[in-house]
């Protein structure tokens, strides 16, 4: 595998996950929020997840992204690309440590990593994966202008709980002039 991308935004910087990124990524995954996303974890189980997000890298060439703000180098989250075996479809998903909520970097992060997935990887459509409760995820998807497309239920290990499917496509996308 070649050099990593990086992605960069006003306010962002959007590389692959490093071991470097732990204390923000426990941080994430331990708070009750990440009850939408498979938490709140212990700081070890957040390490198997980075791990395992880098992995995905490795894998399929593509994945989710440490965010950074541009002005402090702070990792502050993650967004980007995934579609491990059997899910529901090509995912931009997004996720962030509690201080950085409500400050529009998901929002920012996510618009990066679709421009790269549909450019790049020749994506046709993204999806979200979002838990029915998760309403600033909700928000955040329309803010990204993709509509409710359908519920399913995820694969195990996530206990097959129903999910709200989020997502548009590349036409879509286009056509907005993101």
């Known amino acids: 595998m070649g050099a ?3 992605l960069e935004t006003k306010r962002l910087v959007l590389r692959a ?6 204390d923000a990524w426990a941080e994430m995954l331990g708070h009750e929020g990440a009850r939408f996303i498979g938490g709140p974890m212990s700081r070890p189980e957040a390490w198997r997840v980075l791990a395992l997000m880098r992995g995905h890298w490795d894998l399929k060439g593509f994945g989710l992204f440490s965010i950074l703000e541009r002005e402090t180098g702070a990792c502050v989250g993650r967004a980007g690309c995934w579609s491990p075996e059997a899910w529901p479809g090509t995912e931009v998903g997004w996720a962030l440590t509690p201080a950085a909520m409500g400050k529009g970097y998901a929002t920012e992060a996510s618009r990066a990593a679709i421009s790269w997935a549909f450019e790049t990887l020749g994506w ?12 600033a995820s909700i928000a955040t998807a329309e803010r990204l202008g993709s509509r409710h497309l359908r519920t399913t239920r995820l ?3 996530l206990n097959g709980h129903e999910t709200l499917i989020y997502g548009q496509s590349c036409e879509t996308w286009t056509a907005r002039g993101v």
Do not use: A, G, K, M
């Not at 996950?17 to 732990?22: G, R, V």
């Open 155 to 157: 694969p195990p290990p």
């Open 4 to 6: 990593l991308p990086r």
């Open 124 to 135: 046709t459509e993204v999806i979200h994966c979002i838990h029915p409760d998760n309403t």
């Open 17 to 22: 996950p490093e071991q470097s990124d732990l």
